[in-house]
């Protein structure tokens, strides 16, 4: 069974740093074929994609509101993929989601979250 788990969420105080990592198994398909995605939600707001990374020439992608403050990054023999955190604000806490997708076969997988607080 596919598993993605997120990991490196917690509390951190304003202007903080986080680094969440997304490790994948079990996946049919070799992990770098997979475009990697983080995601976010926080009460009562609708899921945010906040990053992504592509499948062939590792290509980034950020909303504009981490612009600047975020990164990510993966590793495809470790089948991880990273969100880097910088100068974190009360915006962002959420909980923090992985996915994979592979576009051409429609396989698309989700974690279970990781929780980011920002609070002092």
């Known amino acids: 069974q596919v598993e993605l788990v997120e990991s490196g969420g917690g509390l951190v105080q304003p202007g903080g740093s986080l680094t969440l990592s997304c490790a994948a198994s079990r996946f049919t398909l070799p992990f770098s074929v997979y475009l990697m995605r983080w995601y976010r939600q926080a009460p009562g707001k609708e899921r945010e994609l906040v990053a992504q990374i592509g499948n062939i020439k590792e290509s980034t992608a950020l909303a504009d509101t981490v612009k600047g403050r975020f990164a990510v990054s993966r590793d495809n023999d470790e089948a991880t993929v990273y969100l880097q955190m910088n100068a974190l604000t009360s915006d962002d806490t959420a909980n923090y989601y992985c996915?994979?997708?592979?576009?051409?076969?429609?396989?698309?997988?989700w974690g279970q979250g990781t929780q980011v607080t920002v609070s002092s």
């Open positions: 996915n994979a997708n592979h576009p051409g076969s429609g396989r698309n997988y």
